[in-house]
Nanobody
């Protein structure tokens, strides 16, 4: 069984940076995608960034591309989300998720993921 544990959230002023970490526990064999999603009260989870495990291909939501970067360190068993130039609109609870298979062009859709962490809060003040 795979478990995901997020860390690195906190409070930061607009323009600041944070690095989130998703520690992956267990056997990840068969899991091809790891992603970051965020939840804002009153809205559905938004796909932020996804990385394909084997090739390292990345996918980003339109609102974060150019500011965020997802990466992975296989030896550490960790997926990272570097967040730069943060804005108040980036505020939310960020979740790490894993999927064994993704329907083409649906990498950023939460319905494709069934393994989730408990999230880490990110708050950006103006």
């Amino acid at each position: 069984q795979v478990q995901l544990v997020e860390s690195g959230g906190g409070s930061v002023q607009a323009g600041g940076s944070l690095r989130l970490s998703c520690k992956v526990f267990g056997n990840t064999y068969g899991f091809d995608y790891f992603g970051w999603f965020r939840r804002v009260p009153g809205k559905e989870r938004e796909g932020v960034a996804v990385i394909e495990k084997t090739e390292g291909t990345t996918y980003y939501g339109g609102s974060v591309e150019g500011r965020f970067a997802i990466s992975q360190h296989h030896a550490f068993g960790t997926v990272y989300l570097q967040m730069n130039n943060l804005t108040p609109e980036d505020t939310g609870r960020y979740y790490c998720a894993a999927a064994k298979y993704i329907t083409l062009n649906r990498m950023l859709q939460e319905s494709e993921y069934r393994t989730w962490g408990q999230g880490t809060q990110v708050t950006v003040s103006s």
